[in-house]
């Protein structure tokens, strides 16, 4: 896959290694029964059956940190925690990335 950054864009690259980036969000899903089914909802609330009301999804992003343009992502329910979403990304590191873990 061809990348958009450069070698003259600032922040793009070091020491001729590719700056790229690791970090996740999370996001409210509609409360539809599929998404539910695939996230669950969040715990928390006055008591330990307390719920919220929408479930919520994890991303975490492989990220170039020169452009900005996502290059892979993973996304699972946010129970799985995103240091075990990130792992799905390994796959798509080469040996020219030098990556900055933010989770």
Same mark, same amino acid.
């Given at each position: 896959?061809?990348?958009?950054?450069?070698?003259?864009?600032?922040?793009?690259? /070091?020491?001729?290694?590719?700056?790229?980036?690791?970090?996740?969000?999370?996001?409210?899903?509609?409360?539809?029964p599929g998404n539910i089914r695939a996230c669950g909802l969040p715990?928390?609330?006055?008591?330990?059956?307390?719920?919220?009301?929408?479930?919520?999804?994890?991303?975490?992003?492989?990220?170039?940190?020169?452009?900005?343009?996502? /290059?892979?992502?993973?996304?699972?329910?946010?129970?799985?925690?995103?240091?075990?979403?990130?792992?799905?990304?390994?796959?798509?590191?080469?040996?020219?990335?030098?990556?900055?873990?933010?989770?």
């Amino acid at each position: 896959m061809t990348l958009l950054c450069c070698p003259v864009v600032a922040g793009g690259f /070091y020491a001729g290694w590719r700056l790229m980036g690791i970090d996740g969000v999370s996001f409210t899903a509609p409360a539809t029964p599929g998404n539910i089914r695939a996230c669950g909802l969040p715990k928390g609330g006055d008591t330990a059956q307390s719920v919220g009301g929408f479930p919520l999804v994890s991303k975490v992003s492989l990220v170039e940190l020169g452009s900005h343009v996502e /290059y892979a992502f993973a996304w699972r329910s946010q129970a799985q925690g995103e240091p075990t979403i990130a792992r799905r990304l390994v796959k798509h590191l080469t040996p020219e990335m030098l990556v900055r873990v933010c989770l």
